[in-house]
């Protein structure tokens, strides 16, 4: 399959901030097949790039010791290409700023920021690192999510800052649901959760991984001692499942992707 096209605003890059970096590389090692390369300390802290038949699809990043109150979570980068520019138009636009744009020597430019509606999301401003290399295959990132509790606000701050190009796919009490990009084509979702997130659950970003067969993939990760969220179910985009790692990072698969689960 070829490198995944990464056009601006969309989905480039995901990592897992992580408890436990060991416990993580062996766990999705041995589900989603990853092999690990742990890079310069000095350079770039010790992080680590996951892989999967030779092509980067991830990276994880262990919590410092004035991390240890936040939760393990994995996080979606869109790409940019003016960190600074994007994360000034954020702000601007009702965003919380939790990390100014750093330079990740040769490899781009990193931010974090958090959306109107409380969910963290990265900014990418790729250098010689483009994104991930591989795309909804088995064990490659396939559909990235936002679970918003104030819909409008959100879909408003990707088109006005990230200059999403979005598409309604439905727009019912039931499911309200925006893409970026419309059918086959489109790069990630904003979905309404005001009606299921609790309160004490924010809005946030979900990263979906393709896998071949969604129930051996939910035995196997039980196995690894992962814990199910909820169970696997077909949908009109694959058969669904959500999981949480061993230290407790929420993530989901999906199997046979349709249109809802489409190449980032």
Not at 203 to 223: G, H, I, K
Request: with cysteine; charged share 20%.
């Amino acid at each position: 399959m070829p490198t995944p096209d990464h056009s601006n605003g969309a989905p480039c890059w995901i990592d897992l901030m992580t408890s436990d970096a060991d416990k993580a590389k062996s766990f999705y090692g041995a589900l989603f097949g990853w092999t690990f390369q742990t890079g310069d300390e000095e350079k770039y802290g010790g992080y680590i790039t996951a892989s999967k038949d030779g092509k980067s699809v991830a990276g994880l990043m262990q919590k410092q010791a004035d991390q240890a109150a936040w939760p393990d979570m994995w996080s979606t980068y869109l790409r940019t290409e003016d960190a600074a520019a994007t994360v000034k138009a954020a702000a601007e636009h009702g965003a919380q700023v939790y990390m100014e744009p750093m330079v990740v020597p040769e490899q781009g430019s990193m931010a974090m920021i958090g959306d109107p509606t409380g969910a963290s999301v990265g900014v990418w401003q790729p250098g010689e690192m483009k994104g991930f290399e591989l795309a909804a295959e088995a064990g490659a990132p396939a559909w990235h999510e936002l679970h918003t509790k104030d819909y409008a606000t959100a879909v408003t701050f990707y088109q006005d800052v990230f200059g999403w190009d979005t598409d309604v796919m439905s727009d019912t009490p039931e499911f309200r649901y925006t893409t970026l990009g419309a059918g086959p084509s489109a790069k990630a979702g904003i979905m309404d959760a005001s009606a299921y997130l609790p309160a004490e659950i924010p809005s946030n970003w979900q990263v979906y991984f393709a896998v071949a067969d969604a129930d051996a993939t939910v035995a196997q990760a039980l196995s690894l001692g992962a814990t199910v969220i909820h169970p696997p179910e077909d949908t009109p985009f694959g058969r669904l499942a959500t999981l949480s790692d061993p230290t407790g990072a929420m993530f989901k698969i999906v199997a046979d992707t349709g249109q809802g689960a489409q190449d980032a």
